[in-house]
């Protein structure tokens, strides 16, 4: 999964993160936006496994689960993701994506991100960036 992605909430909402915050949802943006590159998001795939990751986004910001929130990290302090497959919408495969080694899942609370049970958990939709439906290029 070397390409961008968007991890959408909805057709319009995104999740973003810029250095030093918290990840949250927000619109999104257009190419042209200087925001765009916090909702750019890649996939760096775990070694000997088919389902976990390191997130990272294409302004370098990695995703660290840090107790109950999801914040920015460098590449050392990132967190591994488990990207778990629910059943298909129109023909897409939505994702819940937990904290590796945990029972900590992507939740929304208030636009923020942050880490809970899986009974509240996002499905994620995750689109390639250039495949993006609506995307204002």
């Avoid at 968007?6 to 250095?19: G, L, P, Q």
């Avoid at 936006?33 to 795939?45: C, E, L, M």
């Avoid at 990695?62 to 023909?91: M, N």
Wanted: proline share 4%; net charge negative; with cysteine.
């Amino acid at each position: 999964m070397g390409s961008f992605y968007r991890i959408a909430e909805s057709s319009t909402t995104v999740m973003s993160c810029f250095d030093g915050n918290q990840a949250q949802i927000v619109e999104k943006v257009s190419h042209s936006n200087p925001g765009y590159i916090h909702q750019s998001w890649q996939f760096i795939a775990v070694l000997g496994s088919a389902s976990t990751y390191y997130i990272r986004n294409a302004a370098n910001v990695y995703l660290q689960a840090s107790d109950d929130t999801v914040f920015a990290a460098d590449s050392e302090e990132a967190s591994q993701w488990v990207l778990v497959p629910q059943s298909p919408i129109l023909g897409k495969i939505p994702y819940k994506i937990k904290a590796s080694g945990t029972d900590l899942w992507m939740q929304i609370t208030d636009d923020a991100v942050d880490l809970g049970s899986d009974t509240n958990a996002v499905v994620w939709d995750i689109q390639m960036q250039d495949n993006y439906p609506l995307d204002p290029r």
